[in-house]
């Protein structure tokens, strides 16, 4: 059941500082004249309480437009282009506005987001620090969370969804064994900053945790991971499929790395799926393109849309965030058996 949650309210503030609620407005909006005196208490209790004015608030009540940030780790990616697609279809109606941002490692990335008067934020990021998400979060503002990864330390007020990815990748895991591969091999994302995936990330989680359930050992023959860019993945491959050590299936961890390994097989004179089968994530447009056209795992992205702008809704009403969980779905093409 949701609970009402403790953030400070406008009420809060006029009364630590001693003054109508009328006041607090003419003071945060700049909009009439209020004495130094009431000035100065008013933004005494603005700071001492935390308290952020939230646009989203007074756009629910048809007074404006809002700003929603959606920070994600790569805004070139087809994925997120779609996804801030159905975000913004369902955004618009609700008079939200809704813009992409790449996350930063920088120290100053939660200042300039916070400076910037953004009042919700949606986060896809298997990047970003926690640190700065637990920041997002200290400032009052919605954060709502898709889970990539688990999210150890961050706590407090925050909404999660768990689109699906560590089940999906499970059942491309378990699609490649019922058809008769037992070499499996995740390919781990390209990263030229060092950021590679460990169990938090729910795919590579979901990974090994499929490939123990059905009894097939881990070895470092069973990951490609650290490669900087595409062409450095393209060699690890190859490396990898004339190193004499049994691969049937590669895992991939999202269409554009499947595409690279894809070729990369068909390179070293193996056969797509004869010989090695290769599964990818997103449902991309490139993997109905691709030949041999590309079996994926597709997430709801418009499901995912409704859901983080329901959430948004039901922070700015104080509620407290239930977690919602989502499906994906297997499309079968012609990259497995």
């Known amino acids: ?32 004249y209020v004495s ?4 100065k208490r008013v933004m005494e209790a603005v700071e001492k309480l935390h308290y952020r004015p939230n646009s989203i608030a007074r756009a629910l009540k048809g007074k404006g437009n809002s700003h929603i940030l959606f920070i994600a780790d790569n805004v070139a990616n087809n994925y997120f282009g779609r996804l801030l697609q159905e975000l913004d279809g369902v955004a618009y109606d609700k008079g939200y506005l809704v813009s992409l941002m790449s ?5 100053d990335f939660v200042s300039r987001i916070l400076s910037r008067q953004v009042d919700a934020v949606i986060i896809s990021s298997s990047s970003l620090a926690e640190s700065c998400v637990q920041d997002l979060v200290d400032s009052g503002l919605p954060v709502v969370l898709l889970m ?4 150890a330390t961050v706590h407090g007020r925050v909404a999660r969804i768990y689109t ?10 378990r699609l490649l064994y019922e058809t008769g591969c037992r070499n499996l091999v995740h ?9 590679f995936s460990s169990r938090q990330d729910l795919r590579y989680r979901g990974f090994c945790n499929q490939m123990e359930a059905l009894g097939c ?32 299936g590669f895992v991939c961890r999202n269409d554009g790395l499947a595409c690279v390994v894809l070729n990369a097989v068909l390179a070293c004179g193996k056969k797509v799926p004869e010989d090695i089968s290769v599964i990818g994530f997103d449902n991309s447009d490139t993997s109905r393109i691709i030949r041999p056209a590309l079996t994926t795992v597709a997430t709801d992205q418009k499901a995912i849309a409704e859901a983080a702008l329901s959430l948004i809704g039901a922070m700015i009403g104080g509620l407290t965030p239930e977690d919602q969980h989502l499906t994906t779905s297997m499309v079968i093409r012609d990259t497995t058996r």
């Open 1 to 32: 059941m949701a609970r009402k949650s403790n953030t400070p309210t406008r009420k809060d503030v006029a009364d630590l500082a001693g003054v109508s609620e009328t006041i607090v407005s003419y003071v945060l909006n700049a909009n009439r």
């Open 164 to 173: 699906g990815i560590e089940s999906g990748i499970m059942a491309a895991v």
């Open 148 to 151: 990539t990864r688990d999210y």
């Open 217 to 248: 050992p881990l070895s470092g023959n069973s990951f490609i991971t650290g490669c900087a860019d595409y062409d450095e993945l393209f060699g690890a491959v190859c490396r990898r499929v004339k190193s004499g050590v049994p691969v049937d």
């Open 187 to 195: 390919v781990d994302r390209v990263s030229r900053n060092g950021h």
């Open 36 to 39: 130094a005196d009431k000035k």
């Open 103 to 107: 996350a930063k490692s920088d120290r």
